[in-house]
């Protein structure tokens, strides 16, 4: 089956540092892949997407390219801050279908 | 409404109550998606709704799950009996048209369910 994972959190990082948070997937297929967001106390949010094979998505200074040989789809950003902690998560849906499968949450704490 | 709402925001039940939680899809929205979050986790699918057929319900984790959308816009997710291992936030999301490949779902905020 369809299956989605991350790295563990929490990610502490220091404003304007480098972030990286790994993603890796497994499906039959080509699936679609995206990042969604969640502050706290709010709905998860569409970050960025891509949808075949070397496509990079990109948002509010994030970014992730769809790897196909690497099965993987690593979110970064190259400075970040304050607001952009949250909780990221990455999902995938395949082909035809309707469901998101999600991984587990990246926690992202930055501090000033 | 501008966005997903969801009710109540917090629920406590004692173990063996039913519950009952309330999903306002975006107006005019024709998926409905049901996601159960347990604490630390990624969400989990529920089951699905396309206008008030439910087409996928393979996510309900027992009989004691049911959902319903009788007239294509309002959802309820109704859990009977409840175990402590419901306890999870149930989050609720709609999108505008059929299109599998649509990716603007859009999230409520969800409802905090605790069994006691």
């Known amino acids: 089956g369809n299956s989605v994972t991350q790295m563990e959190g929490p990610v502490t990082l220091s404003e304007e540092a480098f972030l990286t948070i790994n993603c890796t997937y497994t499906a039959t297929g080509y699936p679609s892949l995206f990042w969604y967001v969640q502050y706290p106390g709010e709905g998860l949010q569409l970050l960025l997407k891509?949808?075949?094979?070397?496509d990079k998505g990109s948002n509010k200074g994030f970014e992730a390219t769809y790897r196909k040989e690497t099965t993987s789809f690593h979110l970064e950003k190259g400075s970040v801050q304050v607001s952009d902690s949250a909780v990221y998560f990455c999902a995938l849906i395949r082909g035809a279908g309707n469901m998101l499968t999600f991984g587990g949450g990246t926690r992202l704490m930055v501090k000033p | 409404g501008a966005g997903v709402s969801q009710s109540p925001r917090y629920k406590v039940a004692k173990r063996g109550q039913d519950v009952a939680l309330r999903c306002d899809p975006i107006?005019?929205?024709?998926?409905l998606f049901w996601y159960q979050q347990a604490l630390g986790q990624g969400p989990e699918f529920l089951t699905y709704f396309q206008n008030e057929a439910q087409l996928d319900k393979s996510g309900l984790p027992s009989d004691r799950f049911f959902a319903e959308r009788p007239e294509g816009s309002v959802s309820t997710l109704k859990i009977q009996r409840t175990q402590q291992e419901d306890s999870a936030v149930y989050l609720c999301a709609s999108r505008k048209d059929r299109a599998a490949t649509n990716e603007k779902l859009f999230f409520g905020s969800g409802t905090q369910l605790s069994v006691l």
């Open positions: 107006s005019g929205h024709v998926s």
């Open positions: 891509a949808t075949k094979a070397d």
